[in-house]
């Protein structure tokens, strides 16, 4: 934290579209000022003023946090307001400033960036080991462990939105005591973990087709779109070819940041790859990006469109 002449800099700036990793930060600041009186703002509703009448001195000098939301919608006036603020802030207020990124406002975000702002990346969350280790942080936080095949059980079971993902764990969290095992997501989701998009994915790499069949009628089932699992299928793909091009020699730990990928996932790729040849491979994606267009409209049928992949991606695994 930065620090300034008479004591620490109480100002953040929240950006990034993963609202889950802001809210986290938001939390952290929160204990750190438990004492303090929240006030929150709306950017898209504030009218010039409104941010200097709000961060006024307290005739009695009580603690305050601010929290501004939507900072992308102010009023320019209201830009101007914050600077000043920055340049004189009082120790007894602590302002949070969150935008969802993007380019909107990013003349003002410069300005704040060179200010004496404390800055927190919530970049959105897409890597499935970053989103594992979000529902990992997330347990800590709240005084408990969940371990690494469960968070990645969930992972799997939640979809890809984190919000679902926190939500999931915030269920479990009050449904269980100790440490959450597999046996709890698998509990929470009814079976459902066994029948995801990527289940289906894994069954047609690692099993047979008759068992990646019932797979993918358990899925189709339990109300999993069509369109998600051939983007299951498509990214397992994807992560067999690029597993399959690097030097076997390389430490999965090595070879997982130069990949984009986490560690476990380059393990459990070389452990699918066993069967597939690099033709098979490429046979397979040709295969699944017609199914693609099949589900999204092209085909009458998106259950049998996805039936269809599967046998044609069994047929090029002996390739």
Same mark, same amino acid.
């Given at each position: ?11 953040? *700036? ?19 000022? *438990?004492?303090?009186?929240? #006030? ?33 919608? #102010? ?17 007894? #207020? ?30 959105? #969350? ?46 479990? *969290? ?13 509990? !929470? ?26 797979? !993918? ?15 299951? !299928? ?9 597993? /399959? ?52 409209? /092209? ?21």
């Amino acid at each position: 934290m930065k620090m300034r002449e008479g004591g620490l800099v109480k100002s953040y *700036l929240l950006f990034g579209s993963e609202e889950v990793l802001a809210d986290r930060a938001l939390r952290g600041i929160e204990r750190e000022v *438990l004492q303090a009186e929240k #006030i929150t703002l709306d950017g898209s509703a504030m009218e010039p003023g409104d941010f200097s009448n709000t961060t006024a001195p307290s005739l009695f000098g009580e603690e305050r946090l601010i929290v501004l939301r939507e900072l992308h919608d #102010i009023p320019e006036q209201a830009q101007e307001e914050i600077l000043r603020f920055l340049g004189e802030q009082p120790s007894d #207020i602590t302002l949070v400033l969150i935008h969802p990124g993007g380019v909107k406002g990013k003349a003002f975000i410069d300005k704040l960036k060179k200010a004496k702002i404390n800055l927190i990346t919530c970049d959105a #969350i897409k890597k499935d080991g970053e989103k594992i280790e979000l529902v990992k942080a997330e347990a800590l936080d709240r005084g408990r462990k969940i371990s690494t095949e469960a968070a990645r059980a969930l992972v799997d079971a939640s979809g890809s939105e984190a919000r679902e993902m926190v939500s999931a764990l915030h269920q479990l *969290l009050s449904d269980t005591n100790g440490t959450i095992e597999v046996a709890h997501v698998n509990a !929470l989701f009814a079976g459902r973990v066994e029948t995801t998009s990527f289940a289906v994915a894994d069954a047609i790499l690692e099993s047979t087709l008759g068992q990646a069949l019932v797979a !993918l009628r358990q899925a189709l089932d339990t109300g999993v779109d069509p369109v998600v699992i051939v983007n299951s !299928l498509a990214s397992s793909l994807r992560t067999l070819a690029k597993v /399959g091009s690097a030097p076997r020699s390389a430490r999965a730990a090595e070879l997982a940041p130069v990949l984009g990928m986490a560690p476990w996932q380059v393990e459990k790729a070389r452990r699918q790859l066993a069967g597939w040849s690099g033709a098979g491979i490429s046979s397979a994606i040709s295969a699944i990006a017609f199914a693609d267009g099949q589900v999204k409209g /092209g085909g009458s049928d998106p259950a049998f469109a996805c039936e269809q992949a599967l046998m044609a991606v069994a047929a090029a695994r002996s390739v």
